[in-house]
């Protein structure tokens, strides 16, 4: 069982905070691995917020080949962080060569695209440069997109947190809004890419749990989308049904709940919305998901979402102040960055709602 966590702040914090919240909950991860998406940037990346960040780790030729591409294809680079790990012995990290992390302007004939047309282009380039890279295990390209950073590793959270120099609150590294999880995709092949959380086209996702309708669930998002692609972790499944309710047929975030754990036929005919209701568990079928899973994930608005599956066999509690919200499996994480909340408010959301985390810290409940 894995823990999963996010925070959702008005004022910009230091990913440390997300490690301070993970690290109570180490009896529900194994030390294998550390996984986070940051939002809403701050810091370095603050002054390029409407420009795509370029997230990957790779080896010495696998950045030259991203270099090339980058170039032949008319991106302009204009801001770049480069972590300089820590040498220290005995840290257990199986770290890359190289951590780039980019800024990139448009090429010029994007410029003044559609917001569509420069999704798509920053979806298949990072689409392109992953089947680049994957030809001789050159690196792994996590995400594309502006004001978005993401950063996987292997090896035990405290650990990869010395490397990456996480523990300094130097200002460098700064955001809004960070999902993450303390755990590597131990239920398969261990790969930096089955991770949590998963990113696509400004959604982000991390699941605590198993989804035993993987294969359905699979072989037909295989047929629905070009980035939906990889599937290195059942969980994914979860990404791309979010992405597919919310960016392809553009419903409201409530119907998410109903695709993946759609009401009994016997209670939606007690509904006043039974036929949307019936339409969606008819035609949608096979993005139903099943087993013990709680999911937490990040919006492109920057909205957070958690919500768990129809018998609530995995645990999540939401909880902060005015200025900050987290969401965590365990309540001792909130204990450790949010102490003096009430915690009184405190939410455990049930079986058939989900919980929505606006900017101004309003907390909205969705009933199924």
Not at 50 to 60: G, I, Y
Not at 103 to 129: F, G, I, Q, V
Not at 200 to 225: I, P, R, V
Request: net charge negative.
């Amino acid at each position: 069982m894995c823990r999963i966590g996010a925070i959702k702040s008005k004022i910009p914090f230091h990913p440390s905070k997300a490690l301070h919240l993970m690290l109570p909950q180490q009896e529900g991860h194994d030390n294998s691995g550390f996984a986070m998406v940051m939002q809403d940037l701050a810091g370095v990346f603050g002054a390029y917020k409407d420009k795509p960040l370029l997230s990957l780790a790779c080896t010495q030729y696998g950045a030259n080949l991203v270099e090339d591409y980058m170039e032949t294809h008319n991106f302009v680079q204009i801001n770049e962080w480069i972590p300089k790990g820590s040498k220290q012995p005995g840290l257990d990290i199986k770290a890359m060569p190289y951590y780039i992390f980019r800024n990139y302007d448009y090429p010029e004939h994007y410029r003044d695209a559609s917001p569509e047309l420069k999704e798509n282009l920053l979806m298949d380039t990072r689409l392109a440069l992953r089947e680049l890279l994957e030809k001789d295990d050159q690196g792994y390209v996590y995400s594309f997109w502006p004001d978005v950073l993401t950063l996987k590793e292997i090896g035990d959270p405290r650990d990869i947190a010395t490397y990456f120099k996480l523990w300094d609150e130097n200002g460098d590294l700064m955001a809004r809004n960070v999902v993450v999880q303390c755990r590597q995709n131990t239920n398969y092949d261990i790969v930096r890419y089955a991770a949590h959380p998963f990113f696509l086209q400004g959604y982000t996702l991390c699941a605590n749990g198993e989804n035993t309708f993987y294969t359905k669930n699979k072989e037909y998002q295989k047929s629905l989308h070009r980035g939906y692609i990889g599937f290195e972790s059942d969980s994914q499944n979860f990404l791309y049904t979010l992405h597919y309710v919310l960016n392809q047929l553009k419903w409201p975030i409530k119907y998410y709940k109903h695709v993946i754990t759609p009401l009994p036929f016997d209670e939606i005919e007690q509904r006043p919305d039974k036929e949307v209701l019936k339409t969606i568990r008819q035609s949608l079928g096979h993005l139903e998901i099943n087993g013990p899973n709680t999911v937490i994930a990040l919006m492109p608005n920057s909205h957070m979402m958690t919500c768990c599956d129809s018998k609530k066999l995995r645990p999540v509690v939401v909880g902060g102040d005015d200025t900050t919200i987290a969401i965590a499996s365990e309540v001792c994480g909130l204990n450790v960055i949010l102490p003096d909340r009430d915690q009184a408010l405190d939410i455990y959301p049930n079986e058939r709602e989900v919980v929505v985390i606006t900017n101004d810290m309003e907390v909205q409940r969705w009933k199924q």
